[in-house]
Nanobody
Framework: QVQLVESGGGLVQAGGSLRLSCAAS????????MGWFRQAPGKERELVAY????????YYRDSVKGRFSISRDSAENTVYLQMNSLKPEDTAVYYCAAGTPGGGYRWASRYDYWGQGTQVTVSS
């Protein structure tokens, strides 16, 4: 069992930065791949960034490439999402997720554990 707790969301002006953190409980953090998803009102939950168990592989959706960066710290059992040059269209609730999704890492249904979400609002 893994519990995930996100933090770091908030209100920021366009062009600003935020760093989201997701703290995981338990000793099995390193056995799970991690994803950051987001969901805006009226829209489906979408993968923003993914990092493999050992951190050797990362993926970003096209709209955040070059602006967002995902990382993980196994000593701290934490995964981060650094978000720079934020845009109003980045406004959403951001969730971290843990699982063993394999090649299906883009799909929310492939993850086993979810945090409660943190709101990110970018004003224009």
């Amino acid at each position: 069992q893994v519990q995930l707790v996100e933090s770091g969301g908030g209100l920021v002006q366009a062009g600003g930065s935020l760093r989201l953190s997701c703290a995981a409980s338990g000793r099995t953090f390193s056995t799970y791949a991690m994803g950051w998803f987001r969901q805006a009102p009226g829209k489906e939950r979408e993968l923003v960034a993914y990092i493999s168990r050992d951190g050797g592989f990362t993926y970003y959706r096209d709209s955040v490439k070059g602006r967002f960066s995902i990382s993980r710290d196994s000593a701290e059992n934490t995964v981060y999402l650094q978000m720079n040059s934020l845009k109003p269209e980045d406004t959403a609730v951001y969730y971290c997720a843990a699982g063993t999704p394999g090649g299906g890492y883009r799909w929310a249904s492939r993850y086993d554990y979810w945090g409660q979400g943190t709101q990110v609002t970018v004003s224009s």
